[in-house]
Nanobody, 123 residues
Framework: VQLQASGGGLVRAGDSLRLSCAAS????????MGWFRQAPGKEREFVAA????????YYADSVKGRFTISRDSGKNTVNLQMNSLRAEDTAAYYC?????????????????WGEGTQVTVSS
């Protein structure tokens, strides 16, 4: 099972980025999926999650109104559209998938973690 994240990069404050995560090795149609991030010297933190149906989404307060999570179950992908980026959004972003199909803000509810993709926002 693999979760391959892409789309990270170096941008300026106020810019946008779109992260994508492609899942392979099994069908994730019934899995909740999401994104976490970790900045140097800081703890890992929840960013966004989406239920298996796409009908429920969850966001950290720090990104609410700026980030949008979506999924394409037919393609086993989950995306994170990030607008109005800030310097404090700088981190490695990790795609996750969990058998708990409802989606969750808790790391323990995710069974699969991908490699991080770096997002750097210059102020």
């Amino acid at each position: 099972v693999q979760l391959q994240a892409s789309g990270g990069g170096l941008v300026r404050a106020g810019d946008s980025l779109r992260l994508s995560c492609a899942a392979s090795g099994r069908t994730f149609t019934r899995f909740g999926m999401g994104w976490f991030r970790q900045a140097p010297g800081k703890e890992r933190e929840f960013v966004a999650a989406i239920s298996w149906s796409g009908g429920s989404t969850y966001y950290a307060d720090s990104v609410k109104g700026r980030f949008t999570i979506s999924r394409d179950s037919g393609k086993n992908t989950v995306n994170l559209q990030m607008n109005s980026l800030r310097a404090e959004d700088t981190a490695a972003y990790y795609c996750v998938a969990g058998i708990l199909g409802s989606g969750s803000t808790r790391p323990v509810d995710y069974d699969y973690w991908g490699e991080g993709t770096q997002v750097t926002v210059s102020s």
